[in-house]
């Protein structure tokens, strides 16, 4: 195919936009020195990500993705980072000892995965784009095949918060515990 | 011949995402900066699944990355609930120093 | 369209369920004092969850649920048998242990209960999401329960280690999943192994080597095999003691368990790949755990390089027979037999540990010296435990060995035997550090010290799982057909 062909298609573009801009972000979690930054480019990564799950036509795991992440997590996120008060300004968290053979793995990490799934997926295509996925098949399916793994995490939701409360929370004296009890 | 975007340009994508998701764990110290990573790492998974599920008209994709949405959420909440308690950990054994002192 | 359930076939869930939330009332309900009712509602809950098993093995066949993803046959029944006896010993384990530090008891119970349905559940799944909710709610309670003791900067540090390598490992796993989900376009086991010919042929053959690797990566960190187990010592020195036990038996068990029926159901065709992967991680995890156990001082820290080293027996069978091609079948009712005895000797051990450090006041192997000359049933318990756990006849531990040789030899071949060797000569190094232990409580003079007002008696619940424990490994070590059962049961799943 040549490049005139590939341009006149507006998919491409919106891909190639949306990868970089969650690949930028990506890079820039992890070298931003400020804790903030990080997490906020991680909301870009995350948007960016939800806008190729538009692209595939997944719309509804695109909004959960916003609404979960980005609603969600992130404030977390943000809270946890004030409460710890970790540092807002420049952060010497890198160790700079071990970069180098770091970048070495996730750049070999990254060669072979991508050399591999190109020679896996080479004869697919993503056919459809613009047929909207139907809801209502999700919702069937996630209330009827997968309605064991669907009730299993709500417990595994239901043991975070009650262990996180109870991890997080701050410890009473014996003294004060009965001091509360009695009210 | 095929115009338009191939899974393959997702899962390379996903793979990048993935690699720099790793590159982070392994360089930074921050523990908060590496529940970013992983969340990077994760996002990754959430991409190939759905990329594969669309080439293969199949909605299992789309139903794995609910889970893994939801686990990653809990992961989250748990990872926080850690920190927040060696946070703690130390303020309180600050303040004990604090109190030796004075006493 | 509608799905039949059948509910006695997730009975044993459904009442741990109930149990989960009559424990989180009760926890809200009781005063302060009462707390210790929440401890005795798990036991209770936890051993009724085990009568519809009884009821099911006794009713034999399989019974498949939502297209076959949720499975409830022989080889499930016996897992769940094995989650809920380990899970009722933890529970017995702990009560003296976690009342006598003031801890946070109701949501304890809670998320140990938690953690043994999401045991159960792994136990069942025959789809790769199935496995993977299970596996998370098994092991995400536990890194909060990790760093229970709030005070203690060990095991505040003990958490974050096990939550970041544990949420590593998961993220890694999940890669390989999607991949394998890609390439086969199937999460149930059966669709994967059907449509895992194809890819391996084309040139989708090194995406999925790729994907076997990472998920091999995933189990090789949750079941602390070599070279992913360092953290394994820290989590399992800083973790409350009874926390410890159920790491390294139930949440150990429920990695061997993923891993095993995800390569033998799903990923048989695969076994190029994964084959040799496990063969390097069984020498390896056998060989590093076990001289590294030689070098330490503080008893639970030996006891966790020596659960690195018995995931390594562990892998010997599946990794000798995948590696020589040979039938699975016969691999996989080994493993499931070793599985089995290392759980209840190995739950004997931390519960001597319990019992010992509070007699003693210490975990060094060398502040337990003379501790037979003045607890002499404790130091019984404690030679039968250690001795198990050597492969020393007639206690249960020999018999995991034999069985674990006995594959090896069915399986023949060049690297199989050298495997075996490997595994032989192990056997011999871990005998030195388990006989220390022994040695030191027997032989050793007693401090002077130790002597005087330490005479407290082990808790009555630590006492009853110290003796289930020790007739359990009496008992099958004599009668190894009791054990061996298991691995029929087991093989039922091989042969359908």
């Known amino acids: 195919m040549n490049l005139g062909d590939w341009i006149s298609q507006p998919v491409n573009w919106v891909f190639t936009l949306l990868a970089l801009a969650s690949a930028y972000s990506g890079v820039r979690v992890v070298t931003s020195q ?10 870009g990564a995350l948007a960016s990500s939800a806008g190729l799950f ?41 160790d700079h000892k071990r970069r180098a053979p770091a970048a070495i793995t996730s750049i070999i990490l990254f060669a072979v995965l991508s050399w591999a799934s190109i020679r896996a997926f080479a004869g697919r295509e993503v056919t459809g784009v613009g047929d909207a996925t139907d809801t209502r098949l999700l919702g069937e399916a996630l209330l009827g095949r997968f309605v064991v793994p669907f009730e299993v995490v709500s417990f595994l939701l239901l043991a975070a918060l009650i262990g996180g409360i109870t991890l997080a929370r701050k410890d009473l004296s014996p003294a004060e515990e009965e001091a509360r009890e009695a009210t | ?65 609910f889970f893994v949405l939801v686990v990653a959420a809990a992961e989250v909440v748990v990872g926080l609930a850690i920190i927040v308690a060696i946070f ?5 054994a600050s303040v004990d120093e604090l109190s030796e002192m004075a006493g | 369209m509608g799905f039949e359930i059948d509910y006695l076939a997730i009975a044993p869930e459904l009442i741990l369920v109930a149990t989960i939330v009559m424990v989180l009332v009760l926890d809200f309900v009781l005063p302060r004092r009462a707390k210790y009712f929440t401890a005795i509602a798990s036991v209770l809950g936890v051993t009724f969850a085990a009568l519809p098993l009884l009821i099911l093995a006794v009713d034999g066949g399989s019974r498949e649920m939502f297209d076959g993803s949720y499975t409830v046959d022989t080889f499930a029944l016996v897992l769940k048998g094995l989650f809920i006896v380990a899970g009722y010993l933890v529970l017995l384990m702990s009560v003296s242990y976690i009342e006598g530090d003031r801890y946070y008891q ?32 098994t092991t995400a309670p536990l890194f909060m329960l990790a760093g229970w003791r709030k005070g203690d900067m060990k095991s505040n540090e003990a958490s974050l280690k096990y939550y970041i390598l544990g949420v590593l490992s998961t993220a890694l796993m999940l890669f390989g999943m999607s991949l394998v989900f890609g390439l086969t376009g199937e999460v149930s086991f059966d669709g994967i192994r059907e449509g895992i010919g194809d890819a391996a042929a084309g040139d989708a053959s090194t995406a999925l080597g790729l994907a076997v690797l990472l998920i091999i990566v995933g189990f090789g960190f949750k079941v602390s095999a070599v070279p992913f187990h360092f953290w394994a010592p820290d989590t399992y020195e800083g973790a409350p003691t009874p926390v410890t036990a159920y790491l390294s038996v139930n949440s150990k068990a429920a990695g061997f368990v993923g891993m095993l029926i995800l390569m033998y159901l799903a990923l048989p065709g695969a076994s190029n790949y994964w084959a040799p992967a496990l063969w390097i991680m069984a020498a390896a995890s056998m060989t590093i755990g076990n001289l590294a156990a030689l070098r330490q001082q503080n008893i639970v820290r030996l006891l966790a390089y020596s659960s690195i080293a018995q995931a390594g027996f562990m892998l010997v069978p599946f990794a000798a027979a995948a590696v020589s091609g040979t039938d699975l079948s016969e691999a996989f009712s080994a493993t499931v037999v070793y599985l089995v005895i290392y759980s209840i000797m190995n739950l004997g051990a931390f519960a001597v540990v319990i019992a010992g450090a509070r007699k003693t006041g210490t975990g060094d192997i060398d502040g337990w010296a003379g501790l037979g000359s003045y607890d002499a049933r404790l130091g019984v318990l404690a030679a039968v435990f250690f001795f198990s756990l050597a492969g020393i006849p007639p206690l249960a531990g020999w018999f995991a060995k034999f069985v674990m040789f006995r594959s090896v030899m069915i399986a023949g071949g060049v690297s199989t035997v050298a495997l075996a060797v490997i595994a032989a000569v192990n056997s011999v190094i871990a005998f030195y550090y388990y006989a220390r232990v022994v040695k030191s409580i027997w032989l050793d003079g007693a401090p002077a010290t130790a002597l005087g007002d330490r005479a407290d008696t082990p808790a009555g619940s630590l006492r009853l799982a110290l003796i289930i424990a020790g007739v359990l490994t009496v008992l099958v070590g004599i009668y190894p057909t009791l054990a061996s059962v298991f691995g029929d049961a087991s093989r039922v799943l091989a042969a359908g």
């Not at chain 1, 795991?61 to 970790?86: K, N, Q």
């Not at chain 2, 703690?88 to 309180?92: D, Q, T």
């Not at chain 3, 559940?121 to 998370?136: H, K, N, T």
């Open chain 1, 34 to 43: 400020n804790v903030i930054r990080a997490a906020l480019f991680l909301v």
């Open chain 1, 54 to 94: 538009l692209l595939l036509s997944a719309e509804f795991v695109a909004l959960t993705l916003v609404l979960v992440y980005i609603g969600a997590v992130i404030v977390l996120f943000l809270f946890g980072i004030m409460i710890t008060r970790a540092p807002l300004g420049r952060d010497v968290a890198l």
């Open chain 2, 1 to 65: 011949m095929s115009l338009v975007v191939t899974p393959g340009w997702y899962m390379t994508l996903a793979a990048l995402l993935f690699a720099i998701g790793a590159l982070g764990i392994l360089i930074r110290r921050n523990a908060l900066v590496m529940f970013m990573c992983i969340e990077l790492m994760l996002n990754a998974v959430n991409l190939t699944f759905v990329a594969a599920g669309r080439a293969l008209g199949n909605l299992d994709g789309q139903m794995a990355v």
């Open chain 2, 88 to 92: 703690r950990r130390r303020e309180s």
């Open chain 3, 106 to 137: 109701g949501e304890y119970y809670f998320l140990i209960l938690c953690s043994i349905l999401g045991s159960l559940v792994m136990a069942s799944s025959r789809d790769l999401i199935v496995l993977f909710i299970g596996l998370e709610l």
